[in-house]
């Protein structure tokens, strides 16, 4: 646990407290941050994901396919729990943008933020593998190329009954978020590299330096980023923000133990998903509640007390998955 805390939290909270008073002292603003953040998810994360899952073999996707179906299956289940929960626990309390708050939330607390620190918490605990890559990988396809698909049709939807189209004007294309997702290099760099790996294309070892380099920034400059973000926004909890944050850090990993445990999952597969799972909420759900202007101060509410309790749900849920392990494995 000193490890863990040591290696893999504290480095994160003062980066992010690095970004944080850079931010408060104007030396980056918001948008700033989502400049920083276009690098994160058009460069640095797709290198990273990429030239490692091409180093994997066809027997470690083989025996990864367990973790990929659970991953989708509960992920996107608690997705919809966190959209149906503020869709209709919240409607009095939001009127008519019920719906659309909905949608950012589970955007928000339905999904971890496994692009900006999934590198930056697992590797320093479990060591740079390609299993490692894999867990981030997949869980970053779940996130990137279904989740935010998902949330953004359902979000225009929301909009479209609130704010009805005027005289020829076109309804959008449901399927225009989809395509738009799986469009960005971190959905399909990842994918192209399990494809390569399935019909055994060989990576060449001299390449990978030259993804390295940018691979390498992934992290650092995410954590800071979120720092930048948080500097630029106005936190006041409330009740939502709370139930969010509750969702995130306790439902989630809770509900991929359960059923890890339940499928038999491979120990330490396990382990990184339960981790991944408690990450804090999407940073790119903060960015969709900006850009729609929707939710914007209780989703950032939530996502920053999320921050804040993942230093000690991190550790905690370490310990309670080896529990587990131990207990009915």
């Known amino acids: 646990m000193l490890h863990v805390i040591l290696y893999a939290i504290v480095p994160i ?40 899952i091409v180093q994997a073999s066809r027997e470690m996707l083989a025996r990864d396919i367990k973790l990929t179906i659970i991953s989708l299956v509960v992920i996107m289940a608690c997705f919809m729990a966190v959209y149906f929960i503020y869709r209709y626990c919240f409607a009095k309390q939001n009127g008519k943008e019920a719906a659309a708050d909905a949608a950012v939330m589970a955007l928000i607390s339905g999904s971890p933020t496994i692009g900006f620190l999934g590198f930056a918490v697992l590797e320093p605990i479990f060591g740079t593998t390609p ?12 996130v990137n190329a279904i989740g935010i698909p998902v949330g953004l049709s359902l979000l225009n939807s929301a909009k479209a009954k609130t704010n009805p189209l005027a005289p020829g004007e076109k309804k959008p294309n449901p399927w225009k978020p989809v395509v738009h997702a799986l469009a960005q290099p971190v959905a399909w760099a990842p994918l192209l590299a399990v494809a390569m790996v399935l019909v055994g294309i060989k990576w060449p070892a001299w390449l990978s330096p030259s993804f390295d380099l940018i691979a390498k920034a ?29 969702l995130k850090m306790v439902v989630m990993p809770l509900a991929l133990l359960v059923v890890g445990i339940i499928f038999k999952m491979d120990p330490m597969n396990l382990k990184m998903l339960v981790v991944a799972g408690c990450l804090p909420p999407a940073f790119s759900g903060i960015i969709i509640a900006s850009q729609y202007d929707t939710y914007v101060a209780t989703g950032t509410s939530s996502l920053t ?22 207990t009915f494995m």
């Open 13 to 52: 909270l003062a980066v992010m407290l690095a970004g944080y008073i850079a931010g408060k002292k104007g030396a980056f603003t918001g948008g700033d941050a989502k400049k920083f953040n276009k690098v994160v998810l058009d460069f640095a994360l797709p290198a990273a994901l990429f030239v490692s």
């Open 218 to 246: 992934n992290a650092s400059m995410a954590v800071f980023a979120a720092g930048v973000t948080l500097s630029a926004v106005k936190v006041t909890l409330n009740w939502q923000a709370i139930l969010g944050s509750i």
């Open 131 to 142: 299993s490692v890559a894999l867990v981030v990988a997949i869980v970053g396809i779940v």
């Open 305 to 326: 007390l999320s921050v804040i309790l993942f230093m000690g749900f991190c550790p905690l849920w370490l310990w309670l998955t080896d529990v587990a392990i131990k």
